[in-house]
């Protein structure tokens, strides 16, 4: 069965750095496209970035572009998210997610920017 592990999250102060990860398994990874969803207190799933199979192609919401970069590494079956600048607004749960709506995701990691 499909499983998506995020790990990485944290409490940091706003303009800090976190990188998260995920391990997925149970499914042919190189060959779907890959996303990070958010949920923030109260609201509903954002979108955050996608990336396509091979790596080469990506794509972030407005507000993130510029301080976020996804990546992949097929070899290992992991996603990743590098968060820098990070700002109060960036709080929420994040969640690897193998459609961009987060319908297939995982557990979630707290990422918690506060000063």
């Known amino acids: 069965q499909v499983q998506l592990v995020e790990s990485g999250g944290g409490l940091v102060q706003p303009g800090e750095s976190l990188r998260l990860s995920c391990a997925a398994s149970g499914f042919a990874f190189n060959t779907y496209w890959m996303y990070w969803v958010r949920q923030a207190p109260g609201k509903g799933i954002e979108w955050v970035s996608s990336?396509?199979?091979?790596?080469?192609?990506?794509y972030y919401t407005d507000s993130v572009k510029g301080r976020f970069t996804i990546s992949r590494d097929n070899a290992k079956n992991a996603l990743y998210l590098q968060m820098d600048n990070l700002k109060p607004e960036d709080t929420a749960l994040y969640y690897c997610a193998r459609s961009s709506t987060g319908s297939i995701r995982g557990q979630g990691t707290q990422v918690t920017v506060s000063s």
């Open positions: 990336i396509n199979t091979g790596g080469s192609n990506t």
